[in-house]
């Protein structure tokens, strides 16, 4: 089967320097109906500079990304803590984020991980890990898009400017979490940006405020009274904070609370990686247990009806 998105082989156009349009997210296009701009580059095209962990073979040059990877100077710097030890699996989050942005059927911005782990007592444990991306300081799939859609938002967050997405897809190609999928029908990239029309009108992201065992913490992480500051520093006090794959290098802005009996290494490799996004399989009772890898995700039908044409 081919892939519908593969790269063009005409180059696309130098991207422009302008900021992207401040409310163009995801809900905006889909109302507004506006067209995506830009095309990808062939592969031959792409730079490597050289980042140990990472897939850096989907890199353009970094003249190209460099000011998409800064912020605005706008003071602020979220984060997130997910408390693993809290969440109890009852998916409130991936349906509140679902409704609060069209997410289509058969894909997900976010979703909670399943892990059968067995306790020193000899008990069986489940785990359940919310997962969405990681907002890494050093993104690679910014580093990868070469459109210019992805860039650092309010507060460092990485969005997606669909103004200008050609749903290239190398930006889920490179994400070290699976963190991003493509629209079935807009053919574009889509994750979590921290719900930026939310943060807008000073309310929590949709997830946050709809989780009832407050497993989600997000906040500014440059304000130390904020919420997510002070958790983050009590638990970093208690040696109980974590980052999964920090061997990337790519300094996610996202910490996970454990325990001692299910720290983040006994169920990362659950966690979709490079090329892969969240998928429905996930919630499979054969993909619990504790030495059962995470499968492929399985295509959209409006993905394999668009291959096969």
Known sequence: MTDSRSAPEEPAPEPSEDAAPKGSDRRTFLKAGLAAA?????AEALASPKKEGVRDDLFMP???????MEAPDDGKRYGWIVDTRRCFGCHACEVA????NDVPLGNFIRQTIYHDTQRKSGQQARVMIPMACQ???DAPCIKACPCGALHKGEGGSVQVNYDKCSGHATCKEACPY???????VANQAVKCHNCTHRL???MEPACVS??????LTFGDLNDPDSKVSKLKAELEAEGALERIREDKGTEPRTWYATGEEHPTSSWESKVPGEGQSYHPDAYSVYEWGQDT???ERIEHPAEERRTES
């Not at 984020?97 to 609060?100: F, I, V």
């Not at 709809?210 to 497993?215: A, D, G, V």
Request: aromatic letters at 6%; a negative charge.
């Open 38 to 42: 830009g095309a990808g580059l062939g």
């Open 62 to 68: 970094e003249e190209h990304w460099r000011d998409r």
């Open 97 to 100: 984020c679902k409704a609060e």
């Open 135 to 137: 907002h890494c300081e």
């Open 178 to 184: 699976g963190a991003i999928y493509i629209d079935p």
């Open 200 to 202: 807008e009108h000073d």
């Open 210 to 215: 709809t989780c009832p065992s407050e497993s």
């Open 293 to 295: 890898p995470p499968h």
